[in-house]
T-cell receptor
Framework: DAGVTQSPTHLIKTRGQQVTLRCSPKSGHDTVSWYQQALGQGPQFIFQYYEEEERQRGNFPDRFSGHQFPNYSSELNVNALLLGDSALYLC??????WGAGEGEDTQYFGPGTRLTVL | QQQVKQSPQSLIVQKGGISIINCAYENTAFDYFPWYQQFPGKGPALLIAIRPDVSEKKEGRFTISFNKSAKQFSLHIMDSQPGDSATYFCAASKAAGNKLTFGGGTRVLVKP
């Protein structure tokens, strides 16, 4: 059973460029969350996608956008890159039964994409 | 606003010793408290998690203690091994599947 996969592993961009990161969730999971982890810090929540819609969003600017596809995979797009966007970008998947009051809370993380902005 | 505060930032323990990491939260709506272990170059991996209806949960050498009134919870690693050397993060969320709010992390080094 494949876990959460992310691509690419590493990426180097220059300021002002745009980047797209990809994530495939764990088999059976329908919800994808994205986190940014700066060096030496804990992950910070960017946003979460379920049923191809953004369900929750953290305190990140509109330069950060995403998409979820019918097969539950997801993309994270960052426009107008800044030096401060350099970080490890983590994708986490989970399975949620919305509205039923119960669900699988556990979020399983992928290995991340290391983005360096020069 | 840092809603989950974690301490210490780093910890050195001898093989066979006990590692203790503490976290405090502010939002009383949090109802799910996981701990994640992260090795360099890897994503965080779920270690153990607890809900506020229990005060303690044990899985192997890892134990979570939870104090709802104090809004604090801690991770105890018993019989620490060199392979436990990693960064540990506490986290919290409210309701099923909601966003995780992480602490700042604790780097643990277990000396042989």
């Amino acid at each position: 059973d494949a876990g959460v996969t992310q691509s690419p592993t590493h990426l180097i961009k220059t300021r002002g460029q745009q980047v797209t990161l990809r994530c495939s969730p764990k088999s059976g999971h329908d919800t994808v969350s994205w986190y940014q982890q700066a060096l030496g810090q804990g992950p910070q929540f960017i946003f979460q996608y379920y049923e191809e819609e953004e369900r929750q969003r953290g305190n990140f600017p509109d330069r950060f956008s995403g998409h979820q596809f019918p097969n539950y995979s997801s993309e994270l797009n960052v426009n107008a890159l800044l030096l401060g966007d350099s970080a490890l970008y983590l994708c986490a998947s989970s399975s949620i039964i919305w509205g039923a009051g119960e669900g699988e809370d556990t979020q399983y993380f992928g290995p991340g994409t290391r983005l360096t902005v020069l | 606003q840092q809603q989950v505060k974690q301490s210490p930032q780093s910890l050195i323990v001898q093989k066979g010793g006990i590692s203790i990491i503490n976290c405090a939260y502010e939002n009383t709506a949090f109802d799910y408290f996981p701990w994640y272990q992260q090795f360099p170059g890897k994503g965080p991996a779920l270690l153990i998690a607890i809900r506020p209806d229990v005060s303690e949960k044990k899985e192997g050498r890892f134990t979570i203690s939870f104090n709802k009134s104090a809004k604090q919870f801690s991770l105890h690693i018993m019989d620490s091994q060199p392979g436990d050397s990693a960064t540990y993060f506490c986290a919290a969320s409210k309701a099923a599947g909601n966003k995780l709010t992480f602490g700042g992390g604790t780097r643990v080094l277990v000396k042989p």
